[in-house]
């Protein structure tokens, strides 16, 4: 999502949401229309291959959480913050079959992530 106007003194939407131009809601409208244009993408690229896949992403965003020790409230996916938000990622892992039921949502995605060497 662009930011609408150089007035705002913000150069991303991160920082656009942290200075108050853009509230939380019109991001969260966002990451929603962008979900449903990637997961049809996804949708795509999983029925042309056999076996199982797996969908996820790299890294979450911080939507103003307060962050310690400072206590103050970040956005976005900031360097060398470590939170458990900018952690949690989907893992949508589909098996042999198309069948829509028959596909889930892994609760234990920390044991997946480690598997792939990345924590």
Not at 49 to 77: A, C, F, I, M, Q
Not at 92 to 114: H, K, M, Y
């Given at each position: ?14 920082d656009?949401?942290?200075?108050g131009?853009v ?9 929603a ?9 996804a ?8 076996g ?25 996916h ?19 079959s198309?069948?829509?039921?028959e ?7 920390e ?9």
């Amino acid at each position: 999502m662009e930011v609408e106007s150089a007035k705002t003194g913000a150069s991303d939407i991160w920082d656009a949401l942290g200075k108050g131009p853009v509230d939380r809601e019109t991001v969260w409208r966002a990451y929603a229309e962008n979900l449903k244009l990637v997961m049809e993408s996804a949708e795509e690229l999983i029925g042309a291959e056999e076996g199982k896949t797996v969908v996820t992403s790299d890294h979450g965003n911080l939507l103003g959480e307060r962050v310690s020790p400072l206590r103050v409230r970040l956005y976005g996916h900031p360097p060398y913050i470590h939170h458990p938000d900018l952690r949690k990622v989907p893992w949508a892992v589909t098996g042999e079959s198309d069948d829509p039921d028959e596909r889930r949502i892994d609760a234990d995605v920390e044991d997946q992530l480690r598997s792939l060497g990345y924590t």
